[in-house]
């Protein structure tokens, strides 16, 4: 008689507990007497046949919203396209919407080969699998070395958020520091803002907002040289989040910037936790960024969008959807002075998703360039009506670029 096996159902997502089967034994596994198996089914398991794979949870990580709520493990499905079945393996979860909890070093060694052969008849009873020889065990790596909640916020937008600091390991096995970076719970895998934190006279430590740590945003800034701008630039940025680029563009370049932000509270967690400061030169608005554009009267000599995707599923990216419509982006080249540039930090999530969104941004601008975020999904996509310099052209803003953020991403933009 054929042993029965759970067969894979889009969506599926089912938790389960075993007992460890090396129990209490810390130099094979770090985990508990009794383990949490979740089995996450893709929503489009459409390789044949079908790929599976088990994900190790890093031991004390178990609670954190990427591991504990259907949201996390969509994202982490998302993160591993190919996969029909995702087996993620770690400590039972306490409550089943468990809150925040300290990432902690963790003195016991990862799992070993042995504790992961151990598991195996566990996977067996739950796959569709008849040789387990190839099911891949995954671990999870992003770098934290230890992470301390700051303060959690709700807001009508964005709703459930997370203001951490993290201990970041810049290289592998070599230097860390030390960054506050802010989480939205429907997105947990996604970094919102992220700002490298300086410790002075025995003060708390600051967010510093002279420097770009968010990979995506030394493009960005990059980007500009494509514009024909002056000294002190009006810049539009269409989503603020923490605040990170409009502080840095303001603090470093003394462009003149306004910020629109959909949610009050993210306005409100920018300002307490990542030294947002209102002045004369930067100022933030609450509302729609799109019905903004469509409604502004004000002309700028830059555009620059990142928006929230919104929502979290196959093909998502930023900006959001509506973002591509027609009239949205006339009213953006409206809203732009003769030599000015949209610049739009964009996610790759699903190749032909990224291309209709260039292809509607051809149709109203003619020249485009792109920058492609290293070792990211993120590409930035510059775009504007007329013809402009190649990598700042040498003018004294492209100098000035070049002193501020470095070369490397000035010499990658090219003509798309």
């Known amino acids: 008689m054929e042993e029965a096996t759970l067969a894979i159902e889009p969506s599926r997502l089912i938790h389960l507990i075993f007992p460890n089967p090396s129990p209490s034994d810390p130099t094979t596994n770090p985990y508990a007497d009794f383990l949490r198996i979740a089995v996450l089914d893709s929503p489009t398991p459409d390789s044949h046949p079908p790929q599976i794979a088990a994900l190790l949870v890093p031991k004390n990580r ?4 990427l591991f504990s709520t259907p949201q996390g493990h969509l994202q982490l499905l998302l993160s591993l396209p190919s996969l029909s079945r995702l087996f993620l393996i770690g400590d039972p979860l306490s409550d089943p919407s468990p809150p925040p909890t300290p990432f902690a070093i963790s003195d016991s060694p990862p799992p070993k080969p042995s504790f992961q052969a151990k598991l195996l008849p566990f996977l067996f009873s739950l796959s569709q699998r008849r040789d387990l020889s190839d099911i891949p065990f995954l671990e999870y790596e992003d770098g934290v070395v230890r992470s301390l909640p700051v303060a959690t916020h709700i807001g009508p937008v964005a709703g459930e958020m997370l203001v951490e600091d993290a201990e ?21 895998n996604l970094i919102q803002t992220q700002m490298r934190l300086v410790v002075s006279g025995g003060r708390a430590p600051a ?12 493009p960005m800034v990059a980007a ?5 701008t002056r000294l ?51 100022r933030v608005r609450v509302g729609d960024a799109v019905e903004f554009v469509k409604e502004t009267r004000e002309r700028f000599d830059a555009i620059m969008v990142d928006l929230d995707p919104g929502k979290v599923g196959f093909g998502f990216g930023t900006p959001p959807a509506g973002f591509a419509a027609a009239h949205v ?3 953006v ?9 949209l610049v739009v930090n964009a996610v790759r999530t699903e190749q032909s998703v990224f291309d209709r969104f260039v292809a509607r941004v051809r149709d109203v601008f003619p020249v485009l360039h792109g920058i492609d975020v290293a070792e990211e999904e993120n590409y930035v996509l510059v775009a504007s009506a007329v013809g402009a ?5 040498g003018s004294s803003f492209g100098e000035e670029l070049r002193r501020v953020i470095g070369g490397y991403y000035l010499d990658r933009i090219e003509r798309i």
């Open 168 to 188: 970041v390991a810049v290289r592998p096995g070599g230097s860390t520091e030390l960054r506050r970076r802010l989480r939205f719970k429907r997105l947990p």
């Open 224 to 228: 500009l040289s494509l514009a024909r």
């Open 207 to 218: 967010p510093d907002v002279g420097v770009l740590v968010q990979p995506y945003l030394a």
């Open 329 to 331: 982006l006339e009213a």
């Open 62 to 65: 178990h609670s954190d919203w």
């Open 389 to 393: 310099g190649e990598g700042g052209g």
């Open 232 to 282: 002190r630039a009006r810049v539009l940025c269409l989503g603020v989040g923490g605040g990170a680029l409009l502080s840095f563009l303001r603090s470093r370049l003394g462009f003149d910037v306004l910020g629109v932000e959909g949610d009050e509270t993210v306005v409100a967690v920018a300002k307490e936790h990542f030294g947002l400061v209102e002045d004369e030169l930067l």
């Open 333 to 341: 080249k409206l809203a732009l002075r003769a030599r000015g540039v």
